[in-house]
């Protein structure tokens, strides 16, 4: 079989979906590997390092998909709704697609690749246990964006991060707070720790709280009733919001008192919640900056914009929407890994074989034989009211 890797087009995207040190193994389980041209460039992969392990270059993308059996991306149509859409007329029936592809939040994507015979898998949803660990896409890029996160605040703070005993005197270290202490967070700590701040942190998972202090973070403790706060796949869970309303009353003091917040707090589908008000905004020192990692889902202060950089009474507000791109070349190897070791755990005797009774395959599979598979994304796809009528 043969597996296509097309260059990105969503917006600034410098990541590539398989790089030349995942081609051998590829190679060991009876796959050929086709990339159009160009497509590692912006990651710091040339042509020439894929043609060294074998790798064809194929300069038409038309004739990468009409070559290819599978097609793997970084991101996908509905994780690249505008650009990708222009791929549905390369993809013909009985393709496979691997990619990112946003299915709870853009579930009508799904449906157009299900109607062009494609058989789809979402790696985004890939479920939380120990076997698919090294296939989890989410955790890799959250790893990542974590870590830029803290760079990005650095660059753009006026302030240096680390205590410094000068003959000039004294530097006091910079406050930074994490909200959120999931993999994205608990990098973003341990990247501020490094590089000298003193860190606090909160998440609605008490749990936390021990992840959150060895790495050298003091954990701040919200006396709100958060209940059952972890859902079964160990992501916290979207609160109600009077919760969130209670939450920011309680965090405004610690917000005021950082120089830096990093906010992490997005949900698998729907809008961000709203952390960080314009008035705990307004209460941060001048100069204090704000990266929120949620501002593809609308961002969880109320001042961002998704995309951009904006100041906003004397606060720096860093909106990224896709941090992990920034640092290409390791969150392309990363991506590549996680692909290919799903890749190797579906293929038996060089061809993918579809289990629909394995965890990992269930729960990734979008799309097969020509309609959605996955039980989430077919129920938001059901007209409001639906339900009722089929009961009535």
Same mark, same amino acid.
């Given at each position: 079989?043969?597996?296509?890797?097309?260059?990105?087009?969503?917006?600034?995207?410098?990541?590539?979906?398989?790089?030349?040190?995942?081609?051998?193994?590829?190679?060991?389980?009876?796959?050929?590997?086709?990339?159009?041209?160009?497509?590692?460039?912006?990651?710091?992969?040339?042509?020439?390092?894929?043609?060294?392990?074998?790798?064809?270059?194929?300069?038409?993308r038309s004739e990468l998909f009409g070559l290819s059996d599978i097609?793997?991306? %970084? @991101?996908?149509?509905?994780?690249?709704?505008? =650009?990708?859409?222009?791929?549905?007329? $390369?993809?013909? #029936?009985?393709? *496979? /697609?691997?990619?990112?592809?946003?299915?709870?939040?853009?579930?009508?994507?799904?449906?157009?690749?299900?109607?062009?015979?494609?058989?789809?898998?979402?790696?985004?949803?890939?479920?939380?246990?120990?076997?698919?660990?090294?296939?989890?896409?989410?955790?890799?890029?959250?790893?990542?964006?974590?870590?830029?996160?803290?760079?990005?605040?650095?660059?753009?703070?006026?302030?240096?991060?680390?205590?410094?005993?000068?003959?000039?005197?004294?530097?006091?270290?910079?406050?930074?707070?994490?909200?959120?202490?999931?993999?994205?967070?608990?990098?973003?700590?341990?990247?501020?720790?490094?590089?000298?701040?003193? %860190? @606090?942190?909160?998440?609605?998972?008490?749990? =936390?709280?021990?992840?959150?202090?060895? $790495?050298?973070? #003091?954990?701040? *403790? /919200?006396?709100?009733?958060?209940?059952?706060?972890?859902?079964?796949?160990?992501?916290?869970?979207?609160?109600?919001?009077?919760?969130?309303?209670?939450?920011?009353?309680?965090?405004?003091?610690?917000?005021?008192?950082?120089?830096?917040?990093?906010?992490?707090?997005?949900?698998?589908?729907?809008?961000?919640?709203?952390?960080?008000?314009?008035?705990?905004?307004?209460?941060?020192?001048?100069?204090?900056?704000?990266?929120?990692?949620?501002?593809?889902?609308?961002?969880?202060?109320?001042?961002?914009?998704?995309?951009?950089?904006?100041?906003?009474?004397?606060?720096?507000?860093?909106?990224?929407?896709?941090?992990?791109?920034?640092?290409?070349?390791?969150a392309s190897r990363l991506y590549a890994k996680n692909c290919s070791n799903f890749i190797s755990h579906m293929t038996r005797?060089?061809?993918?074989?579809?289990?629909?009774?394995?965890?990992?395959?269930?729960?990734?599979?979008?799309?097969?034989?020509?309609?959605?598979?996955?039980?989430?994304?077919?129920?938001?796809?059901?007209?409001?009211?639906?339900?009722?009528?089929?009961?009535?």
């Open positions: 079989m043969i597996i296509g890797v097309p260059k990105e087009t969503f917006p600034e995207e410098r990541r590539v979906a398989l790089t030349p040190d995942v081609i051998p193994a590829l190679g060991k389980l009876g796959f050929e590997v086709l990339i159009e041209a160009g497509s590692g460039l912006n990651a710091g992969l040339s042509d020439e390092a894929y043609r060294g392990q074998g790798v064809r270059i194929i300069a038409a097609i793997i991306q %970084v @991101r996908g149509l509905g994780a690249n709704s505008d =650009a990708g859409r222009a791929d549905l007329e $390369l993809f013909r #029936s009985g393709h *496979v /697609l691997v990619a990112l592809l946003d299915p709870l939040s853009s579930p009508k994507a799904g449906k157009e690749l299900a109607e062009a015979g494609v058989t789809a898998f979402a790696l985004e949803l890939m479920p939380r246990i120990t076997r698919a660990q090294n296939m989890d896409v989410l955790s890799s890029m959250a790893t990542i964006s974590g870590y830029r996160a803290v760079l990005l605040a650095a660059e753009a703070l006026p302030k240096m991060f680390p205590m410094m005993m000068t003959a000039a005197g004294t530097i006091t270290p910079a406050n930074v707070f994490v909200v959120g202490a999931g993999v994205a967070g608990l990098q973003a700590i341990a990247t501020a720790r490094r590089l000298g701040a003193v %860190v @606090r942190a909160y998440d609605v998972r008490p749990a =936390a709280k021990e992840q959150v202090e060895s $790495l050298g973070a #003091s954990f701040e *403790v /919200l006396p709100l009733e958060t209940g059952d706060a972890e859902d079964a796949g160990g992501y916290a869970k979207a609160m109600d919001e009077s919760f969130y309303r209670r939450q920011r009353q309680m965090m405004t003091a610690v917000v005021a008192e950082s120089d830096v917040v990093i906010t992490t707090a997005a949900v698998p589908a729907g809008k961000a919640p709203i952390l960080v008000t314009d008035e705990m905004v307004a209460a941060m020192p001048s100069g204090s900056v704000i990266v929120d990692l949620a501002a593809e889902r609308g961002g969880n202060c109320q001042l961002t914009e998704p995309g951009k950089t904006v100041t906003r009474q004397g606060v720096t507000i860093i909106a990224p929407i896709n941090a992990a791109a920034g640092a290409p070349y390791h005797d060089g061809r993918l074989e579809i289990d629909r009774e394995d965890p990992i395959v269930q729960e990734t599979l979008l799309t097969h034989q020509g309609r959605i598979v996955h039980e989430r994304v077919r129920e938001l796809l059901k007209p409001a009211g639906a339900e009722e009528r089929r009961v009535a």
